[in-house]
């Protein structure tokens, strides 16, 4: 029996709700991230307080499980730096490109942005992106159903598109962006 069998296809680490006092990378969560390497599941991490309180969890995850392929929700909740402590969040996003199965979701993109729609601060962060992780390696996703209220989900998209061609990515990368990457991560798992 597989995760996709049972109608698993990711697994996502949220770590405050990990018990008080344990991190991400106590013996349950490795064994959890190692299993989802075998598996060949996705991990996702939600790091809503921001990267820089998870960034050494991850990394160490990382280092240890290369086989496990890691998602980081929301642009790990990385706004367009404006303070060191930003920057320096940031900068450990791009710098998390080192590891090969890294990805990045460009999405909820009003949780990140400091603009309403269509959120153009973040077109040098979707720029500085790719060229850290490449596009095949960053996906746009809505963050449905909490894009509606904010500016629904067609808008959302159009923002993505709107922000790539800011960025002056290419049309290949924003295939790869605005579908691909999600396809080819997920490939055969997807139904008619």
């Known amino acids: 029996m597989t995760c996709s069998q049972d109608g698993y296809h990711a697994v996502r680490f949220n770590p405050y709700l990990w018990p008080p006092n344990e991190q991400m990378t106590n013996d349950i969560g490795k064994a959890i991230f190692s299993k989802a390497g075998e598996l060949g599941v996705p991990v996702g991490f939600m790091c809503m307080k921001g990267l820089n309180l998870h960034i050494k969890e991850i990394e160490e995850l990382c280092s240890s499980c290369p086989s496990t392929t890691v998602l980081l929700d929301h642009l790990a ?74 500016c629904g989900y067609k808008e959302a998209k159009q923002a993505a598109s709107l922000i790539a061609h800011q960025a002056s990515l290419s049309s290949e990368e924003l295939e790869w962006i605005m579908g691909g990457t999600i396809m080819e991560l997920f490939k055969g798992q997807w139904r008619s």
């Open 77 to 150: 909740f990385c706004k367009p730096p404006t303070t060191d402590e930003e920057t320096l969040a940031f900068s450990n996003l791009l710098k998390l490109s080192r590891f090969p199965q890294v990805y990045v979701k460009f999405s909820a993109l009003f949780r990140v942005s400091r603009e309403k729609f269509p959120y153009k601060d973040l077109t040098s962060t979707l720029s500085q992106l790719v060229s850290s992780f490449s596009a095949n390696r960053v996906m746009w996703g809505s963050d449905f159903p909490f894009v509606v209220p904010e």
